[in-house]
């Protein structure tokens, strides 16, 4: 059964950090493209960062470019982590964001459309 399940979410400051978690399971998510998307209310899902399966390509949004940056661990034998490091948070980046996973990769940055979602976790950036 294939998992992806977000921790990390919270309430922040404006130009406070978070670090989300996805800990995926059910595949060799060591060979998936990982991503994360975000959700505020009222808007459509938006794509926010992906990373290859090996780590060496990474894409990112240009609203969080500087400040957001994704990361894994392809470690473990039975469960992958996918890191979401965000900076200098802005109240624009409240949302539920979730991660993602597909074995191809232009699946998540281009057409947005990955195969695995997690449920998500929910940041809030007070002003």
Avoid: H
């Amino acid at each position: 059964q294939v998992q992806l399940v977000e921790s990390g979410g919270g309430l922040v400051q404006a130009g406070g950090s978070l670090r989300l978690s996805c800990a995926a399971s059910g595949r060799t998510f060591s060979t998936y493209a990982m991503g994360w998307f975000r959700q505020a209310p009222g808007k459509e899902r938006e794509f926010v960062a992906a990373i290859s399966a090996s780590g060496g390509r990474t894409d990112y949004a240009d609203s969080v470019k500087g400040r957001f940056t994704i990361s894994r661990d392809n470690d473990e034998n039975t469960v992958y982590m996918v890191y979401l490091q965000m900076n200098s948070l802005k109240p624009e980046d409240t949302a539920v964001y979730s991660c993602a996973a597909d074995q191809i990769y232009r699946n998540i940055p281009v057409t947005r459309s990955p195969d695995y979602w997690g449920r998500g976790t929910q940041v809030t950036v007070s002003s």
